[in-house]
């Protein structure tokens, strides 16, 4: 008769075990994720976010590497044709290559993708802008200027890439939610709330 009881007990507790994975797993699907110290250093220098700056490289210059989505500082998109470089002296020499044959106005660089004709004025070399933290800082800066006080992040966001905002910036500000949710460990319908209490005093 004691059989019966060990065997019930081990059951017992490999339910309980499975029960208490799941419960684990679950929390991990929904854990926040610390943008690294670049973005905490440039997103407090700009008194912005750092889960903003960094969802934003995140849609901007992303791949995937290890099954994650990780920012790509050596990218370019040049006539809305994505171009990611091993180096960057590589990235540099596909700049100047591009800066040739295509409008400047069409052509975005770095982690944070600044546009080379429109941001003309924050930068000394095209090439500058594909050094990580001269990157950050610009877009960090662009996010600050777009954002208003009081106002929800996200709208930011979406003047970050078309500042007359319109469905272009509805359809980017949608995009990078998505992102912000994964980095704030929410939902997607709380990023924006989120965003906002990570500013509020």
Known sequence: MAAP?????????????????AGLCACAAHAQEIPPPAYQLAAQRA???????????????????????????????????????????????????????????????GLGQINLGYH????????DLLNPYSNLAIAAEILKEQHTSGEDWLLAIGRYHRPAGGEPAARYRRS??????????????????????????
């Open 5 to 21: 009881a060990v065997a019930a007990t081990s059951v017992s507790q490999c339910l309980r075990a499975l029960v208490l994975a």
């Open 47 to 109: 008194g912005i976010p750092s889960t903003v700056l960094y969802a934003v490289a995140l849609q901007e210059s992303g791949i995937r590497r290890n099954g994650r989505i990780v920012p790509w500082p050596w990218s370019l998109n040049v006539a809305g044709q994505s171009h990611r470089f091993a180096t960057r002296a590589d990235a540099c020499a596909g700049l100047q290559q591009a800066m040739h044959s295509t409008p400047h106005t069409r052509i975005d660089a």
């Open 120 to 127: 003309q004025q924050r930068y000394a070399s095209p090439c």
């Open 176 to 201: 990078v939610s998505r992102h912000l949710a994964r980095v704030q460990g929410t939902r997607p319908t709380a990023a924006a709330l989120a965003a906002h209490q990570e500013t509020s005093p």
